[in-house]
């Protein structure tokens, strides 16, 4: 520990540096995002916002879970590589992981016995590698995604699939969140029960017309979910 508190003063400086080139990046990438919306007419300013609702509301569940292991993060590497690193990737579980790996590869125990300056900057190259396909992903998917709207341009047909898309997403995020856990009872009722919340929601909606009212289906599902396993979790216990 002593290793990485001799090392945290030094490496904040290179996280606001790095925090703020993420953050200038977001800007001109949401400045380009809307521009591009623009000049193809792909979805309407109310799909946008009723993107931005969903994905605002369904981030607040996985964000805690994040900022539960962060604190785990801390302990092990520090505030300013937990800062860092999570800044950039936003998924401390990861990070831990890699970093996990550099360690043992190095014969020593995160945190323990035998981590030196060495082994600790070896962890942090782990953990920005570890993320690497992230970066290649980008390089892969964007063009094709240019072509395909490019053809669908050509085809003379508006497609709108971003309340798709964006719903999809979060289903993704959730159901790849609890496969390790699928085999609890107390998660199977949790699924079930966001499950049904949000149908019952999502009908009421469609009923009412009311797109405020469809672009928080999936964090009522998430409250659904969260309240059933927690009683079902006082129950069995």
């Known amino acids: ?83 860092m690193r999570c800044g950039v990737i936003g998924a401390p579980m990861w990070e831990l992981y890699m970093a996990n790996i550099a360690a043992s590869a190095a014969g020593v125990t995160l945190g323990g016995e035998g981590f030196t300056h060495a082994v600790f900057t070896f962890a942090i190259f782990c953990m920005v590698l570890g993320s690497a396909p992230y970066f290649i992903n980008t390089f892969i998917m964007l063009k094709p995604l240019d072509n395909m709207v490019e053809k669908s341009k050509s085809s003379n047909r508006k497609i709108s699939f971003m309340p798709y898309l964006s719903k999809s997403a979060m289903f993704g995020l959730l159901t790849y969140s609890i496969m390790d856990y699928i085999s609890k009872p107390t998660s199977v009722i949790a699924i079930i029960a966001a499950g049904l919340g949000y149908f019952i929601w999502e009908s009421a909606s469609t009923k009412a017309k009311s797109p405020m009212m469809s672009s928080l289906s999936i964090g009522i599902a998430m409250i659904f979910g969260m309240v059933a396993g927690q009683v079902a979790s006082m129950i069995m216990a």
């Open 1 to 83: 520990m002593d290793v990485i508190q001799s090392m945290n003063g030094t490496l904040w400086g290179f996280a606001a540096v790095l925090i703020s080139l993420v953050l200038v990046q977001s800007f001109l990438f949401l400045r380009l995002a809307l521009s591009f919306n623009r000049k193809h007419d792909l979805i309407s300013k109310d799909e946008i916002n009723g993107a931005v609702r969903t994905g605002a509301v369904a981030a607040v569940g996985p964000s805690i879970n994040t900022i539960v292991v962060a604190l785990s993060l801390i302990a092990m590497v520090g505030s300013a590589t937990t800062f």
